[in-house]
């Protein structure tokens, strides 16, 4: 599938150019004389010596051997990896956009400053919040603000709570959130159905609870059916509800977050709105919240006077601004652009594909691999390797395995509650004949345990890194180039 791309130090040959620049018009002087020696190098940059065709082709084909939602399934659990609509990118690159300063007046950027207040709308719209915020910059970013917020308000109530809520089968992000603004965690179990569990959750309940966080659908792909019970219980506290927005693809335009009873909700709009976020970013997280939560919201806010948009810094209570500018402005237009494309119809049929697709693929896996909470799957499911470990492979094997049929691997072991888990979700961008195929695959490689798993184990063989010791690659990183 992929060959050896050499080094592209490897390639260099000495003299070889790949650009030819004009004869100076000025006249040359010693850097020394406004760098100091101290931060100039000794020994020249020993830099690659090519020509621009070799250039241009070396990044090609190291762009191809990563695996990205265009090249084929990427049915990463929880991630919601959709198909990102090439117009998206356009839109944000036009260069009224694109060329925007972030310093500009406001009267200079009436464009950009319509596009966040129009954003807002749809997604109080969507959320069925008072306010929305842009400003964060990624999901965990946003759960950082929205706990924030939280926090202020409380204060603002003379309360010092110290606790929040969590479900066992919480985002990582979650209890990293909550400990980084100040709090401490309370974990609530799991029930037999894989929803929070009630009696568990009346008895974390106290006065020094600020609040709950939990993500609707949950992190097994199910919908906690006992939300507004839950809602009214932390409510009785004194706490707040905070909604993990992380699997908000499976309730648009059904449900939305301020009618179960949440207050708090963050929105990736990086991933429900189509820009696959894999190599880090970019990202957008952000956070709508309820009426008596939007004195705390962070500065500036966009508002709207006779036809014309404006930053307003009027929030004399507000956690101030998160971010050095306003959040990941190519996102957030990208995000504008699809929800314009999709209209309030095709978002919910994009739901509805989303849990379909998921409820298929889960169909076609079920004989083979064990699904431990499969009763009211939405948009993606986890799956138990307990069958195929007894049979001595791994879902750490199967997903390796995968690599080699050209896949993106799925989530795996997370959520911790499962054994050998395996998140999988499919999205609504993928066809049956994809999903035939990777249900195929994962058949055929259940198949190959019992003739082939020696060569499981070794798995992957056909991608440009085979199987990494991963211990020993996580504790001893070597990540400098030498020849």
């Known amino acids: 599938m992929y060959s050896k791309t050499p080094l592209i130090f490897e390639q260099s040959k000495k003299g070889q150019i790949g650009a030819s620049l004009p004869k100076l018009d000025v006249p040359e002087f010693a850097l020394s004389s406004v760098i100091p020696d101290s931060l100039l190098r000794a020994i020249p940059a020993e830099l690659p010596e090519v020509s621009e065709p070799e250039v241009v082709r070396h990044y090609t084909n190291l762009s191809v051997k990563n695996h990205h939602v265009d090249r084929d399934f990427y049915p990463l659990g929880s991630c919601t990896m959709k198909y990102n609509p090439k117009i998206n990118d ?28 129009e954003l807002e709308q749809m997604l109080i719209n969507i959320t069925g919040m008072e306010r929305v915020t842009l400003q964060p910059s990624a999901g965990a970013q946003g759960e950082f603000v929205g706990i924030l917020m939280m926090k202020k308000y409380h204060e603002s109530k003379n309360e010092d709570r110290k606790y929040i809520i969590i479900p066992e ?35 974390k309940l106290d006065s020094d609870v600020a609040g709950m966080m939990l993500t609707q659908p949950n992190t097994l792909g199910l919908f906690e059916d006992r939300i507004e019970e839950i809602s009214t219980l932390v409510h009785e506290v004194g706490g707040l509800m905070y909604m993990d927005g992380a699997n908000l693809n499976a309730l648009i335009g059904i449900v939305r977050p301020a009618d179960m009873g949440f207050d708090i909700t963050h929105i990736n709009l990086h991933k429900t709105f189509s820009t696959p976020h894999g190599g880090g970013g970019p ?21 709207k006077e006779d036809e014309k948009y404006c930053w307003d810094y009027e929030y004399p209570q507000s ?32 739901t509805k594909q989303a849990v379909l697709n ?38 750490l094997d199967i997903a390796k395995s995968l690599l080699d049929y ?30 035939d195929n990777f249900a195929n695959t994962l058949l055929e490689i259940d198949k190959r345990i019992d003739t082939e798993s020696d060569t499981l184990i070794e798995a992957p063989e056909k991608t440009p890194v085979k199987r990494l010791d991963e211990t020993k690659a996580n504790r001893e990183l070597n990540l400098r180039w030498t020849k």
Do not use: C
């Open 90 to 117: 356009v839109i944000s690159g036009l260069p009224g956009f694109a060329g925007l300063h972030p310093l500009q007046s406001d009267e200079s950027a009436q464009g950009a400053l319509k596009i966040i207040w």
């Open 169 to 203: 089968t919480a985002h990582g992000t979650n209890p990293a959130s909550i400990v980084f603004s100040g709090y401490l965690t309370r974990q609530v179990a799991t029930d037999e159905r894989g929803r929070v569990d009630i009696y568990d959750l009346k008895a």
């Open 283 to 303: 990202g957008s997280g952000p956070i709508a919240v309820a009426e008596e939560l939007t004195p705390f919201l962070p500065t500036p806010m966009v508002k």
């Open 319 to 350: 956690i101030g601004p998160i971010h050095g500018f306003y959040g990941n402005f190519s996102i957030l237009v990208r995000a504008w652009a699809f929800i314009k494309t999709m209209g309030e119809s095709g978002l919910i049929a994009m």
């Open 358 to 395: 998921a409820n298929y693929l889960k169909s076609l896996l079920e004989e083979k691999y064990h699904i431990p909470f499969s009763e009211g799957t939405l948009h993606e499911f986890v799956i138990s390797g307990t069958k195929q470990k007894e049979r001595g492979i791994r879902v």
């Open 406 to 435: 050209g896949y993106h691997a799925p989530t795996i072991y997370f959520p911790i509650n499962v054994p050998e888990a395996m998140m999988i979700e499919p999205t609504e961008s993928e066809t049956k004949q994809t999903l």
